[in-house]
């Protein structure tokens, strides 16, 4: 039987910690609305990213669009077409208009030379991307932002616990957004967390995910049900045990990777960002067809044949998925368009380990040899 390398594989605790976690709840009967695993991970979670606050909720999309609402946000919003189509969603969702700016062909994050000629009177905000967990130029976003009169709202799907210098990635623009969907690399099943330090904007978050409720006479936002279950809070409590561990041993695959693909001529492999402690979330190579020989789409296709599925992560645009059809112009931000077009990401999990990306670079340097 062929064995599958699949592309992504959850981060598990063991079954007997995780039981011991969700034991007590089977007395309480306390399954969610802010039980004590929630107001448990809520404290760990804040400590760890080194944040004034951190709200956990119900998934990452839920926190792009509390942020959204939370800040206020009227009008445009400038950001990238290269990411998950969550991002778009969040800002057309809140009925705000999304203004595509073009990326870094390094980085894949917000070209911020491009985002000047992106504003007008009507912006409202800038919502970049941590695209695969590399870090935007938050110092130049930042300075733009301060000369405008601009909100940041960070999405940091992909960086979980990264670290720029001493500062917790959580830490950067007006609020930054993450993820903790089960293919993470911290995960709570489902589950995302509104960070902050603006302490005005704690009760109106907190309330927005919970219906707009203060108590059980006053009802001051129009709010969603945005908030986290006890067994997701539960598994959040595990996995933040084990993150260190779970980021070493992608480490290891991922620089194997790194030594085994460098010298492949048509491969351009992730950078590496200096003064940043990576999460090593994803390992996205672009397939450069001249060089390489073939495109992006053979080689994925001849890898599934032997078993190993990667993603053509992020394609399409989003700026050119059906949903927004003839709305926006994909071709305005012809970076981010040239790179949708030859991306794929690699396998990578904690489990994959140093023989797995061997197994996967192996194949990949066959395919280009044969
Ligand atoms: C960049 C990005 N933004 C937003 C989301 C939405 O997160 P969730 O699936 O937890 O709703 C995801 C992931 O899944 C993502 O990768």
Redesign the pocket.
């Given at each position: 039987m062929k064995t599958i390398i699949p592309v992504t594989r959850s981060s598990m605790p063991s079954l007997e910690e995780y039981t011991e976690e969700i034991r007590e709840l089977w007395d309480s009967r306390w399954l969610t609305n802010n039980g004590a695993k929630h107001e448990a991970f809520k404290a760990e979670l804040t400590a760890f990213l080194g944040v004034p606050f951190a709200e956990p909720v119900v998934?990452?999309?839920?926190?792009?669009e509390l942020a959204l609402g939370a800040l206020g946000i009227t009008g445009e919003v400038i950001t990238t077409p290269f990411?998950?189509v969550?991002?778009t969603h969040?800002i057309v969702r809140s009925g705000l208009e999304p203004v595509f700016c073009d990326i870094d062909s390094k980085t894949c994050c917000l070209d911020p030379e491009k985002i000047e000629d992106k504003i007008t009177e009507r912006t409202g905000a800038i919502l970049p991307?941590h695209?695969y967990g590399h870090v935007c130029d938050t110092s130049a976003i930042e300075d733009i932002a301060k000369r405008h009169g601009l909100k940041v709202i960070y999405?940091a799907?992909?960086t979980f616990g990264e670290r720029v210098g001493e500062k917790g990635i959580a830490s950067f623009g007006d609020i930054s957004?993450f993820?903790?969907?089960a293919?993470?690399v911290f995960h709570t099943i489902?589950?995302?967390a509104v960070c902050f330090s603006d302490p005005a904007l704690s009760e109106r978050i907190r309330e927005t995910k919970d219906f707009g409720i203060r108590d059980e006479e006053h009802v001051d936002e129009i709010g969603g049900n945005g908030k986290m279950n006890e067994f997701s809070a539960a598994m959040g409590l595990c996995n933040l045990r084990h993150f260190h561990r779970a980021v070493q041993s992608r480490k290891a695959a991922a620089e194997h990777y790194r030594e085994r693909l460098s010298e492949v001529e048509g491969l351009i492999l992730p950078p590496v960002q200096s003064g940043v402690t990576p999460n090593y979330a994803y390992f996205p190579v672009v397939v450069d067809e001249k060089l390489f020989g073939k495109d992006r789409n053979v080689l994925a296709e001849k890898l599934a044949e032997k078993g190993i599925l990667v993603r053509k992560y992020f394609y399409p645009l989003t700026s050119a998925m059906e949903c927004y059809r003839g709305r926006f112009k994909p071709e305005e931000t012809p970076v981010a368009l040239r790179t949708a077009e030859r991306v794929l990401t690699l396998p990578l999990f904690e489990e994959l380990g140093v023989s797995g990306a061997e197994k996967v670079a192996e194949e990949i340097i066959r395919i280009k040899n044969a």
């Open positions: 998934n990452g999309h839920t926190a792009l990411t998950f969550s991002t969040a991307v695209v999405d799907a992909h957004c993820s903790f969907h293919t993470k489902e589950g995302g």
